[in-house]
């Protein structure tokens, strides 16, 4: 399952597929970006970070992809679990000490 | 290794009661952070501390106070509650190097404002 366009409140994927998260982010000078995970009644959860001079970078399950010409940020989830239902926010550093948030992605996984 | 601890994790008051949140981190991070969140809105910054001893306004401090006690503790105060201030509030915390470091969060207050 994939969100499209800049950004899409929701994603329903089936278990077992991938999943891709995607999030336009404004600020061309920031250099530090983040997935977090929200579970209900949780709060955020660091997943994985990457800096702007990196195009992508991998984790266990999870790789995020930068695309600095368009300001464009995803998240792939590998063989997605039931486990993997939540709020997915990406962050951008706005200067020292900030972060911007996303308004997040629900993502729903079918069994 | 607790992480980020907040307490209360519920709470409800009356239009003008006051009250403090509280925030501890035993991850020996310099910065912290309280943010709220609204349904629609995403996380806002409320107060930050970029190390022991500075606190700096974020994008909405009005109607709140904060003192960072020391290098493990940061808590926020309600002086006088209103009902636009019912949210989530959440505590997080950052290595040194400020923002380059990811900010880990705590598990949230959920405080409603009657």
């Known amino acids: 399952g994939e969100s499209v366009g800049l950004h899409l409140p929701t994603l329903s994927v089936q278990e077992g597929d991938n999943s891709i998260i995607n999030c336009a982010y404004s600020?061309?000078?920031?250099?530090?970006f983040i997935w977090y995970k929200q579970e209900s009644g949780k709060g955020p959860q660091f997943i994985i970070d990457?800096?702007?001079?990196?195009d992508k970078r991998q984790g266990q399950r999870v790789t995020v992809l930068l695309n600095k010409t368009v300001k464009h940020l995803s998240l792939q989830i590998a063989a997605t679990q039931p486990g993997d239902s939540a709020v997915y926010f990406c962050?951008?550093?706005?200067?020292?000490?900030?972060?911007?948030f996303g308004a997040g992605t629900t993502v729903t996984v079918r069994a | 290794n607790a992480g980020v601890t907040q307490t209360p994790k519920f709470q409800v008051l009356k239009t003008g009661q006051s009250m403090t949140l509280q925030c501890a981190q035993d991850m020996n991070h310099n910065s912290m952070y309280w943010y709220r969140q609204d349904p629609g809105m995403g996380l806002r910054l409320i107060y930050y501390s970029a190390s022991e001893g500075t606190t700096d306004k974020g994008e909405v401090p009005n109607g709140y106070n904060v003192s960072r006690l020391n290098k493990r503790e940061f808590s926020l105060r309600l002086e006088s509650a209103a009902p636009s201030q019912t949210s989530v509030y959440f505590c997080?915390?950052?290595?040194?190097?400020?923002?380059?470091?990811?900010?880990?969060f705590g598990p949230g207050t959920r405080l409603t404002v009657l």
């Open positions: 962050a951008e550093n706005i200067g020292d000490y900030k972060l911007s």
């Open positions: 990457i800096r702007s001079n990196m």
């Open positions: 600020n061309s000078a920031s250099d530090y």
């Open positions: 997080a915390s950052s290595g040194s190097g400020g923002i380059r470091y990811a900010q880990y």
